[in-house]
């Protein structure tokens, strides 16, 4: 029977390695989480957007057919040209185009938020967060936060720390290890009636004496510290120029909601009546309904692009924006 008595440590540095290695794991599954959260963020935003396109296609659609009914009155009345009639037949068709894609636009938004959500594809959860929420982070804050808080630089640090065990654990082994050995025998006639043997072996590393391995471990620690050094560098400019970015979003979208689309909104309006006290005809009335259709579709896209720079900044930050 011989039974190796490991020296050096080689026990308890093998059992740090797999502490390291698990909460190198845990610190991907933190990293994953927030992957997840930062999709899941896209596709609220999207799916919110999308429906928000549809209702608005909608309500252009009712107003297009108030105006093709009022363009049939007054060409049955005799003060209006067949063309009128036909100028808003053809205005009502591409608002009833554009909602058809609109649908299935959403539809699909839908689809893809109850994937992430591990919801049934049908369900139809309702949606209570506005299409303007969001906290502005000041770039020097977001670059301090990810370099403070980023899940990446987590992972990062927990292989350094599982890294830096395999290298004690590549020095341990340089150690030898004693291997006693004992034997009994019994029944060895004509020698003898019971013998034993006692012994000790070692491995004397003379020409063998594991360096190559601790250098290995050595070259992928300081791998990794420059990767942690280079991932700084780059996080921190993503989270700065993300950070810059998302407040400029938001200024565009605020002067959309609270300057742009009220006048075009009123514009509109003053057009409908204009054009049903036939002070003025369909090509004017249809231009107004153009230019509104296009500032609230650019509203929509200016309040996406919102929600997509702060799930940019989020991303880069690699922490849930507050």
Known sequence: ???????????????????????????????????????????????????????????????????????????????????EVLQAELALAQVDNDAVSAKASADGARVQLNALLAFPLEATPTLATPVDAGAIVAPA????????SSTELAVLDRRIDEQRAKIALAQANRVPDVTPDATLTRNAEPEFN?????????????????????????????????????????????????????????????RYRDQILPQATEVERMAEDSYRLGQTGIAAFLQALQATRDARLRALQAALDYQNALADLERAMGTPLP
Do not use: C
């Open 1 to 83: 029977m011989g039974v190796p008595l490991e020296l050096g440590g080689k026990r308890s540095k093998r059992v740090a390695v797999g502490e390291a290695t698990l909460r190198t794991g845990d610190a991907e599954l933190a990293q994953t989480t927030i992957e997840v959260r930062n999709a899941v963020r896209r596709a609220y935003f999207t799916r919110a957007i999308a429906e928000t396109r549809l209702a608005l296609l909608t309500e252009l659609r009712d107003i297009a057919t108030r105006a093709r009914d009022a363009a049939q009155a007054r060409f049955a009345a005799g003060s209006a040209p067949r063309l």
């Open 194 to 254: 019971v013998g034993w043997r006692a012994a000790v072996a070692m491995t004397v590393p003379i020409f063998t004496q594991h360096r190559a391995g601790v250098r290995v471990e050595e070259a992928t620690l300081t791998q990794l510290s420059g990767t942690r050094a280079a991932t700084v560098a780059r996080i921190t400019g993503e989270a700065t120029s993300a950070a810059t970015l998302a407040d400029a979003q938001r200024q565009q979208y605020l």
């Open 141 to 148: 804050d977001a670059a301090t936060r990810a370099q403070g």
